[in-house]
């Protein structure tokens, strides 16, 4: 299969553009290269006889035509998004322009290309969102498929709107869709402006360890290399129309995911210890929910899928990737907005 990735650069796009590739498929690499693109971290493939990339941006419509025309693709799986809660609380119209308008267009350009071709009934448009359109659970619940929507965020609201349009294109058009909704991510190449990276990255510099008031809202995360291939079993098995929830099964509180953090850091770098006086409680993020986790018996008895890590060993192998690469995660430290507080203002101006 020849597959179209949007935001291919990016944390999860990179890494399903490397399974995709170590599965047998081609792949197109559409990427804008914004502040959070990282094109080391294809280095290893970027001669690779079955990859191609191309710098464009998913509301050029003109650009997305070319690129249609020009390579053809049998599915697009759509991951480009404005992504970063707080970014998005600080300045929402990009994540608006992006994550909403650059939907439409891409689904636009996608309807075109598969009416061109005769309409294959093989063809996908396989979007990717977030378990954020959701809100906020209490303490006890999952969300599943059938969840109703409540965003509470500029960023969530602006994924919601893209997950709509996705289901209408479908509806109206006939448009052979899939969409999946995952829980929090976290593992090597993550751009370092994620509670994860931020903390093993502080961490090693000495730094304060910021945790959003008392650091007890809840996530289930989730490995992203379980998560790509999660990705792209979907997109080869699922039928037309199919929607999955794809988690982790590993919840933690914020607070106690830092303390783990520490907890392997002393471990492998024991100079710092104890990485926990670090810890440093911040104001608290406008409308910060509370807890996501997510239900994921749909893609485990539909296409036999689970993850397959438990939490503590994906934070060790994510801890030692940046570790051992230094000279992935170091230039990026100069980029926009990274070491800031973001996000702590309900008012733009």
């Known amino acids: 299969m020849k597959i179209l990735v ?10 399903v553009v490397l399974q995709a590739l170590e599965d047998g498929h081609e792949v197109v690499n559409l990427d804008s290269l914004t502040y959070a693109a990282a094109k080391a971290s294809l280095a290893a493939v970027e001669d690779h006889d079955a990859y191609a990339f191309e710098h464009a941006d998913i ?10 025309t020009e390579h053809a693709p049998d599915a697009v799986m759509h991951l480009a998004a404005e992504s970063h809660v707080d970014r998005s609380i600080d300045g929402p119209a990009a994540f608006v322009e992006t994550n909403v308008l650059g939907t439409f ?17 093989a063809f996908r448009f396989h979007h990717v969102s977030t378990d954020e359109v959701f809100g906020s659970l209490g303490e006890t619940g999952l969300f599943d498929e059938d969840t109703r929507y409540d965003p509470r965020s500029p960023y969530s609201a602006s994924k919601a709107g893209s997950d709509h349009l996705v289901r209408a294109w479908g509806e109206t058009y006939g448009l052979p869709i899939l969409l999946t909704n995952c829980s929090n991510n976290y593992g090597p190449r993550q751009f370092p402006e994620k509670l994860i990276p931020v903390t093993i990255l502080n961490a090693l510099a000495g730094k304060p360890l910021p945790i959003y008031g008392k650091g007890e809202n809840v996530r289930d995360w989730l490995y992203v290399e379980d998560h790509a291939t999660a990705l792209l079993k979907v997109l080869t098995e699922a039928a037309p129309g199919d929607t ?19 907890e392997i850091l002393d471990a492998r770098r024991p100079g710092g210890a104890p990485h926990a006086d670090l810890i440093t409680h911040v104001t608290d993020r406008p409308g910060h929910d509370q807890r996501y986790a997510i239900d994921p018996s749909r893609i485990r008895e539909k296409l036999g899928w689970r993850p397959s890590l438990e939490l503590r060993e994906g934070l060790e192998r994510t801890v030692d990737w940046y570790l051992a690469n230094e000279d992935w995660w170091r230039p990026l430290q100069s980029r926009a ?13």
Not at 343 to 349: A, I, K, L
């Open 6 to 15: 949007t935001g291919g650069t990016g944390f999860i796009g990179s890494a």
């Open 59 to 68: 509301r050029d419509r003109e650009a997305l035509d070319r690129i249609f």
């Open 105 to 121: 267009h891409l689904l636009e350009a996608s309807r075109a290309h598969w009416v061109r071709h005769g309409k294959p009934a």
């Open 244 to 262: 999955y929830a794809i988690g982790g099964e590993n919840e933690a509180r914020n607070i106690d995911l830092v303390r783990t953090l520490c």
């Open 337 to 349: 907005g990274v070491g800031e507080r973001l996000g702590n203002d309900r008012v733009t101006p």
